[in-house]
């Protein structure tokens, strides 16, 4: 936790808010770099957000990210 110049401590976010093209996202760090709740994701699934499954692990891809919220712009 850094702290501002009054002393105040800074709250850490654990994802910076950049999406890459190039990455893979877990669904935790994906929700956290956009700023999403559980059912703003929802939401997303039901309007079209592709998730990629590997067994029990669920996977966002940059591209499909980035895909998305270029789809539902302005309407989101």
């Known amino acids: 936790m850094n702290i501002r110049t009054n002393g105040a401590p ?3 976010r654990d994802f910076p808010g950049v999406i890459s093209i190039h990455e893979i996202y877990t669904l935790r760090e994906a929700k956290g770099r956009l ?3 559980e059912s703003a994701f929802r939401e ?3 309007r079209g957000l592709v998730v990629v499954a590997s067994g029990k692990r669920r996977y966002l891809t940059g591209t499909a990210i ?3 919220l270029q789809s539902c712009s ?3």
Do not use: I, M
Request: with cysteine.
């Open 10 to 12: 800074v709250p850490r």
């Open 66 to 68: 980035l895909a998305y």
């Open 44 to 46: 997303a699934k039901r």
């Open 35 to 37: 700023g999403w709740s």
């Open 74 to 76: 302005p309407s989101c």
